[in-house]
């Protein structure tokens, strides 16, 4: 019997996901005795509705042709369920599939399709909705919230870029509480003055950086990081010492705990971002969903983290 699977695209998202591409993947993927039905998304959150109207209709798989925000999308209709999700990427950053090792080319990507398997991985969940990767409370979401999504298209990562240095000028520390709870079930309160809190599943932040080093997106625990600092100038050298030494392990740059579930509040609103998408502001309880997601890999794939 034939293999079904959905094909999800965002026909909006420029040149690179149109009809004719869709049914590039269609043909190619026929070839391989699978059942291919594009379906384009026609408005926000779009996607998250397909999705469930994958697992509802008893399709194989879904593959999810776009950037993070469209597989975050997928992701809150397949977490929990059996069908898993492949990626064509063609987003700003592909978090995902540098993490996972996959092809950052969509051809690489779905030459992969027909050999794959599921692989189960964890998700993290923020105020109820699931992240792939991270969950950014602070000067990114500032930022996060300030890009606009039609510059952001068309400028791509240069857009993120643009609205950095356009926030750097008013940004300010925020005072945080934040309760945690780590694997062993031991808590702690931390009271922190920070300009960015990120709370990751996987190892990469952004454009590859490696910011959680040794964060692992199938062991159960999320790794909470933290940019201490007063002054705008002690966070900017601090995130430069961060991002081009990533291994000098410098407790005082960068605070890091794992942890399965936190709550955070503070008295002024924070900025929160989930996959690089604004999703309000503090209070937020974070918690981890271990094996809650199938991601489709290579038949022969290992995890990056062991080769
Ligand atoms: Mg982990």
New binding site residues.
């Given amino acids: 019997m034939s293999k079904r699977a959905l094909l999800v695209f965002n026909p909006s998202a420029g040149q690179l996901w149109n009809p004719f591409r869709a049914n590039e993947v269609v043909t190619y993927l026929a070839g391989f005795g699978w059942t291919v039905d594009p379906a384009p998304t026609a408005c926000a959150r779009d996607a998250e509705r397909l999705a469930r109207r994958a697992v509802s209709e008893g399709y194989d798989l879904v593959i999810g042709a776009g950037g993070d925000g469209t597989l975050n999308e997928l992701t809150q209709g397949l977490a929990g369920t059996p069908v898993p999700l492949a990626i064509l990427p063609g987003g700003t950053t592909n978090v995902l599939a540098r993490e996972l090792g996959l092809p950052l080319s969509i051809n690489g990507a779905l030459e992969l399709i027909p050999r794959g398997r599921a692989k189960p991985i964890?998700l993290g969940i923020a105020n109820g909705r699931y992240f792939l990767f991270v969950c950014g409370l602070g000067f990114d979401a500032t930022v996060t919230q300030s890009t606009d999504k039609k510059f952001k298209r068309w400028a791509g990562f240069w857009s993120l870029f643009v609205a950095t240095f356009q926030n750097v000028v008013t940004h300010r520390p925020f005072a945080l509480r934040i309760q945690i709870r780590d694997q062993h079930g031991n808590e702690q309160q931390l009271k922190r003055l920070a300009h960015q809190v990120m709370i990751s599943?996987t190892e990469t932040y952004g454009t590859g950086f490696k910011v959680a080093t040794g964060?692992?997106?199938?062991?159960?625990?999320?790794?909470l990081l933290i940019i201490r600092g007063r002054s705008m100038w002690e966070f900017f050298w601090r995130t430069a010492r961060i991002l081009l030494w990533p291994f000098s392990n410098n407790k005082l740059d960068l605070e890091h705990f794992?942890v399965t579930n936190l709550y955070v509040r503070s008295r002024r609103p924070v900025p929160v971002q989930l996959d690089g998408d604004a999703h309000g502001t503090t209070p937020v309880e974070i918690g981890?969903r271990p094996m809650a997601l199938n991601m489709w890999v290579p038949e022969n794939w290992s995890h990056p983290a062991a080769k």
């Avoid at 964060?215 to 790794?223: I, N, Q, T």
Wanted: hydrophobic share 40%; charged share 40%.
């Fill in positions: 964890d599943n964060a692992k997106f199938d062991d159960g625990v999320l790794e794992p981890i």
